[in-house]
């Protein structure tokens, strides 16, 4: 399997100058768009890993899946899917232009910004603070690594650039689907995003997704079988944003994305593979990470389709 990876890395590194960092949040355009990183955990709990794949990086979306699991463990499926609604499109099959339509919870994604935003709310904790601390903690177990920490700069850039999500947040707010702070629950969600980790912590919560809540080496059931098919499910259909239709075509497992380059990838009963190169496509997924799970995919024939 490391050989495998060596050559995927080999393969894919010069895909990286097809991409472009993510520059909204002035921090990420400081990383190196040349990284690239693989790591897998197979079934049977065998690390593998090639390139940068200890390098750590900003989270950034690929929390929203662990934001939805403490949401779920927290409040349980029926009140989570009344909140925060599960379609990629959210738009009816005849829709021409819905931006004047009523915004009801049908219409959010967990997978994309607003819904992520109005998962913070669901959170249990007396102050969004200890929402997000609760959140760290399940991030650190699921990634089986205690050190995990948030990225401060990262965070700061954020907090002084993220006027698109204080849109989004306001405007949750004037729907009536949020009903504290926007500032204080921007605050968890901007530091959600900036939780520092590697390919292997990725590839860790891959792997619990994969085998139904279990973690790797104790087997731990972290939280129940019904909710990794929920989150898996809606990686399937959205995890990669608008790319995720192109994405099942050429890999065909669920996944998540985020602007820090890096990819969760969780090929299930099989294994979980955390990615890192964080040259992005315009979609805002990372182009040579694509590759190399497009490469893997073929070579041990993971897709789901
Ligand atoms: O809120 C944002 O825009 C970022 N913190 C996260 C966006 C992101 O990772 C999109 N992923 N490809």
Redesign the pocket.
Known sequence: MKELLEQLVRECAPYTQQGQL?N??PELSKADPRAIGVHIITADGQHSGAGRDQERF?I???V?PILLLLALMDNGMEFVRGRVGVEATGKPFDAINSSDQRLDSEHLNPMV?MG?IAMCTLIHGDTYREKFERLLALTRKLAGDESIGVDEAVYLS?QSH?S??RALAYMLKSHGMLHDNVEDVLDC??RA??ISVTCENLANIGYTLAHQGQIPGSGEQVFPAHFARYVNAILTTCG??DGSGEFAIRVGVPAK????GGIMAVVPSRMGIGIFAPA?DA???SVAGTCMLEKLSSHLNLSIF
């Open positions: 993510a909204y949040i900003t950034q979306s690929i929203k910004n992520a954020e993220g698109k999500n969600y901007f995003c900036s990669m944003y994305s985020g602007v820090g992005l979609k805002g997924n």
